[in-house]
């Protein structure tokens, strides 16, 4: 797969428009690149828009598992985003299609996450079990005697606010039997809230009880394929004429590296360009895949090239 | 060093062999959990072992990276089953050590910020280490919205089964500060318990807040050296002239290695003789620390030794 030979390249003057002919899809990375918690990116409602009327398909892909697909799309068009569910793709709807047809599970799933994960896993005809609080009680011994749902044949963890010492322990005798699948949204170790305050991310949650159970969990979020397979088996992508737009170095560009997509990095959120040039001069094939092609300041530099 | 390394070799003694090792050491420091007792119930000779090691004049320790109970509890258990003569000053727990470094080596100026037991509470009260009370948080309380204390100048985290999702976005608020510190009790992942089942360890929660903050911990439990360096402050040690008996190998023998110990695996705890032979037979040279000097059925074997 020959990558392009000049990486890292600010996207300016004609080669907006050279990039944006010589590709058809375009998947958005949500936090930091369209809006930042309840706030759309200045001019970003406006590109979306312009892609889809000069012929482009747009996608959105967030490792954010605290939304389903109506959510996001909720979201999308109270802040101006002509989009529509289908052209969502979240880990909560995304965990429920690897459940559903990678793991075909035949049983239930031990949750830990939110109402989103629940109505997203259960909509494809799983049954759920442990979503909500769950305050410890009685004494040590009686935690490892906790009751096991005999039903539960995978333990699922996303971005959960009511995570406890409890749900921690269930997780972990469940995942004493070796063939209870352990499946984790994604691995951000920062959450971003609506109105800008970010809490630690569903990483730390699913480290604990890879830590407790001594075992990886199979991470579905970005930048593994999964989320990219999962678009493109619904819409036919071909990935050389595809272009993955993100701020995050370690999750977006890395995806869009890995499943062959021209990649794009905007400075609206995480990454800045000296970390990609730190990659990039490192030299350590690892971290390669972690340079973009291009990289904007925000995406709405790329309105005179759409409204040209 | 104490050029054991050619000699570490997980050698199976029992009878003469452990009066030999016994006769040319002065302190002997037990592991609890595995060593001399299980749960609630005590390892066969035990209590004996102990009282005749101090009637040939030895000096005996505990070495307990489990910090759910104070000292003063740990006293009485030893009591109930069936120890007669062991003393607070003996019993070194992680939760105490964290305390002593807390006020004795870190100094630390200010609030302690804690994600523990009572135990571990206790164990900072009676340090006279001022802490950050552990009150619930009113209704209006949320990850969007939560009060943080000034003065807080080091996060300790260690087996709490009243863990959450706030304490954990605490934590990592009072870590942003690189002047706060960040300590662990220990790094077990998982606690076992009577039957075969485990619970979740101090370890796991650590690795939660290491992944939110992306800092490291101090840990102060075994395999570290803190432990060791604990007791031989208040009492002298010559490394040469001590063993170290635990029944984890990554702990305690760790641990033993670490400190100069000459160290002596049991077998009626977690670790196995394969596991030993393992380490022992592996290439990686970073392996040997793990591999006990000596191995022994149980401690109960003691018993023919001593009372020839």
Redesign the interface.
Known sequence: MAASNAKCTRLTGSLVKQLLDSIDSVLFDCDGVIWRGDQAIPGAPDVINLLKKNGKRVFFVTNNSTKTRKMYADKLATLGFNASEEEVFGTAYCSAMYLKSVAKIQGKVYLVGSNAMKQEIENVGIQTTGVGPD??SGV??D???VSLDPEVKAVVVGF???????K??RA??YL?NPSCLFVGTNTD??LP?E?G?A???T???V??????A?RPAQVVGKPSNFMFDCVAKQFGLDPARALMVGDRLDTDIMLGTNCGLKTLLTLTGVSTVADAEDHLKSGCPNRAGMVPDYYIDTIAELLPALQG | MAGKVGTRGCKKIRGAQIRDILDSKHNVLFDCDGVIWNGETVVAGAPEVVTLLKQQGKRVFFVTNNCTRPRENYVQKFSRLGFTDVVEEEIFSSAYCSAAYLRDVAKVQGKVFVIGCHGVQKELQDAGVPIVEDVSDGPDVSIYNFPLEPDVKAVLVGYDERFTFMKLAKACCYLKNSDCLFLATDPDPWHPLRGGRITPGSGSLTAALETASSRKATVIGKPSRFMFECIASQFDLDPARSLMIGDRLETDILFGANCGLDTMLTLTGVSTMEEAQQYRDSDASEKKDFVPDYVVETIGDFLQALED
């Open positions: 305050p410890i040590q011994i935690w490892a005697n959960d606010q009511h995570f406890s010492y409890m921690l322990n972990l005798q004493c170790t920062r809230l109105g305050k809490v630690p991310g990483g730390c949650l480290k604990a009880v890879e830590t407790a001594q």
